[in-house]
């Protein structure tokens, strides 16, 4: 039996979220069709404008929250709504970790036919400033001004920040101090469009318990103007920085880094341990983002 689409592009409607969607986006149930709406949080009757419709689901604009969850929260960042970097920073970290709980719950009702019963989620003692590593686009506007920080929500347009909110304090002032060399040397950022520039993003990596730190900037060619400033200004402005490294990405895409890395200042790796193993990290290693956690 076809089922009936109860909702059109542009339809103006109520209905109650009844649980997060893998994006973080609300998931509410109207005449029995299944919606989607950013912002919006289980428990919560809102009020929503139809934006786009499937045959088997529709996304709806938030418009007015009718009746909010207990566990809504201002967001502490203040380019939350613009960035696409948290999803749930709207959501208290209390009600982020119960909601962790019953996905795995409904996978293991759902899917797994399985009655058993998950546990509460072990949370950090810190939600904040936990990531080790943080990775920054950089980009100019139209009128030809720096901007560094993360992407918008399902775009490449780059949200400016200071700092991000969710990573550790020494990444935060990799970004900083490589935007001041960049404002002060007129050092160009990456266009994707047109395959100018030459900064394409800066990375951060923190060993959480051996305290040191690796900046990374990737580029677009191989010579970087000023490049003993760079480097002194770092080690001056970057606690526990014992390693700069650049890479190199020639090719016109979205990919963050290329093939080609060297070592501008320091080792190649900095060391860092999780309980009694010890790991070094490179650049383009994978290592877990939260340690503590």
Not at 123 to 148: C, T
Not at 156 to 176: G, L, P, R, Y
């Amino acid at each position: 039996m076809k089922q009936i689409i109860p909702v059109k592009q542009g339809d103006n409607i109520t209905l109650t979220v009844n649980g997060l969607g893998s994006s973080g986006e609300g998931v509410g149930k109207y005449e029995g069709f299944t919606v989607f709406v950013k912002g919006a949080l289980p428990e919560e009757e809102v009020r929503v404008t139809i934006t786009l419709v499937k045959k088997s689901y529709a996304v709806g604009a938030l418009e007015e929250i009718v009746k909010a969850s207990a566990e809504r929260v201002e967001p502490a960042c203040p380019v939350y709504k613009e960035c696409g970097g948290c999803q749930l920073q709207h959501l208290s970290y209390k009600g982020q970790l119960e909601c962790k709980r019953q996905q795995v719950q409904d996978a293991l009702t759902r899917i797994g036919h399985l009655n058993l019963e998950a546990l509460p989620v072990l949370g950090a003692a810190e939600p904040w400033s936990y990531r080790n590593k943080m990775q920054f686009p950089a980009a100019a506007d139209a009128e030809g001004v720096l901007h560094i920080g993360c992407y918008a929500t399902a775009t490449h347009s780059v949200v400016d920040t200071d700092a991000c909110m969710i990573s550790k304090e020494a990444n935060n002032a990799i970004m900083k101090t490589v935007r001041t060399w960049m404002q002060h040397y007129n050092i160009s950022a990456y266009d994707e469009k047109t395959g100018k520039g030459l900064v394409r993003h800066i990375m951060g990596r923190v060993g959480v318990h051996s305290g040191e730190v690796m900046a990374v900037i990737i580029t677009s060619g191989y010579d970087i103007p000023h490049r003993g400033v760079l480097i002194e200004w770092l080690k001056r402005y970057v606690p526990g920085l014992v390693s700069v490294v650049q890479n190199i990405n020639k090719k016109q895409t979205n990919v963050v880094m290329g093939s080609k890395t060297r070592v501008l200042y320091g080792p190649e790796s900095i060391k860092d341990s999780l309980g009694s193993l010890s790991f070094h990290i490179s650049a383009q290693a994978f290592f877990q983002v939260n340690s503590e956690q």
